[in-house]
Structures are given as structure tokens and as C-alpha cells.
């Protein structure tokens, strides 16, 4: 979540709005693996997987930092004392907003649909990759890294 609560205030209100460490490398990883696939198969494959590729991470990265600030907005309602008000219609408009998409590049001929699907399986790949960096630094360094 891009918002957290601030524990450092005495009264525990308010929200830093602040990323946290974890959640900026895990938006790197997703644009450094998009990247580093849309290169990969421009040089193996052909330029509509890559344009798949590039527009599949991107609507993953775009799907991530929407979640996040839905969430973060969710849980500052609750750190107030409020009545979460989550408004259903724009979660589900997230999906829809993401699925038009697919479906308008797929159906113009633009991309593939599993090159779409694996741009938009990034965030899946990232999140292996800050494991991997965690256990290393868990056990080659016996270290706790945040």
C-alpha cells in the first residue's frame, strides 16, 4: 500500500503517504521484468509478443498502484474511526477498465493474448524475486532486510 499508518504520531492518526522500501523494489522488479522480457523476445521472437509484453506489464503496474491506493484509502477511513465506505463499483471498475483494454488490443490485432496475460503476470514474477532476495539476505548474511 502506497499509505501507511504513521505508529510515530501519539495520537496514531494520520497517513504517510510514503512507499514503503518493499513496495518500491517490488514496482522496479515489475518494470525491470517487463523490460528485460519485451527485449528478450523482440531479439527471439517477433515485435507484437514484445508490444503484448510491454502493454501487459503496464496495465499490471497500473492494476498494482490502483489497488494500493484503494486499499490505503480504505484503511486511513478505519484508522479515523470512520465507517469504511468502500465504494464497490470502483473496485470492479479497476477489472473492467483492464479487461476493455485486453480486449481492444487483442481484437485490433495489436498483441497476442498470452503475451498480454504474461506482461500482466510481472507482479507474480516480482514477488519471487524480492523471496529470492529475502532468503539471501536471510541466510547467506543471517540478516533481516525490510
Known amino acids: 500500500m502506497s499509505q501507511t499508518a504513521n505508529n510515530g504520531n501519539p495520537e496514531g492518526a494520520g497517513v504517510s503517504t510514503l512507499p514503503t522500501r518493499f513496495e518500491a523494489r517490488i514496482l522496479r522488479f515489475m518494470m525491470a521484468i517487463t523490460a528485460i522480457g519485451a527485449v528478450v523476445t523482440l531479439i527471439v521472437g517477433n515485435w507484437r509478443i514484445s508490444v503484448g509484453l510491454v502493454i501487459g506489464g503496464a496495465l499490471a503496474i497500473l492494476n498494482h498502484r490502483w489497488l494500493q491506493s484503494s486499499t490505503a484509502a480504505a484503511f486511513s477511513v478505519l ?68
Request: aromatic residues 12%; glycine residues 4%; charged residues 15%.
Open 79 to 146: 484508522l479515523e474511526g470512520q465507517k469504511p465506505q468502500i465504494n464497490l463499483a470502483k473496485y470492479v471498475f479497476r477489472y473492467l477498465v483492464i479487461a476493455s483494454v485486453v480486449l481492444i488490443v487483442y481484437e485490433l490485432g495489436i498483441a497476442p493474448l498470452p503475451a498480454i496475460v504474461a506482461g500482466l503476470s510481472s507482479f507474480v514474477v516480482a514477488v519471487f524475486v524480492e523471496a529470492v532476495r529475502e532468503l539471501y539476505f536471510a541466510i547467506i548474511q543471517r540478516e533481516e532486510i525490510s
